[in-house]
């Protein structure tokens, strides 16, 4: 059974930080390019970052370059993202999901049920 289990969101002031982590099983992980995608109320899946399967390389939306980071450990089977300076544009529902930019917001089998960001003073 495929799962992606994500956690660490919570309601933190702007500028705050957050480690978001996606534990996955049923797939073979290590093999697997990963994402994190981000769905705001009302409005569509927003692609943030993803990293290759050994992690080498990483890749981020242009409006979180520089503030979050992507990481992963394939021995753990799971995928993190560490959110620094956040903003209030930063509230969404954050969820991890296997593929790429083009992939990832559309995936609807490979992909967690999301842990909530909000940023709010």
């Known amino acids: 059974e495929v799962q992606l289990v994500e956690s660490g969101g919570d309601m933190v002031q702007p500028g705050g930080s957050l480690r978001l982590s996606c534990a996955v099983s049923?797939?073979?992980?290590?093999?697997?390019?990963m994402s994190w995608v981000r769905q705001a109320p009302g409005k569509g899946p927003e692609w943030v970052s993803g990293i290759s399967t050994g992690g080498g390389r990483t890749d981020y939306a242009e409006d979180v370059k520089g503030r979050f980071t992507i990481s992963r450990d394939n021995a753990k089977n799971t995928v993190y993202l560490q959110m620094n300076s956040l903003k209030p544009e930063d509230t969404a529902l954050y969820y991890c999901?296997?593929?790429?930019?083009?992939?990832?917001?559309?995936?609807?089998?490979?992909r967690g049920q999301g842990t909530q960001v909000t940023v709010s003073s």
């Open positions: 049923g797939f073979s992980f290590g093999y697997v390019y």
């Open positions: 999901a296997m593929g790429d930019r083009s992939r990832a917001p559309m995936e609807s089998t490979y």
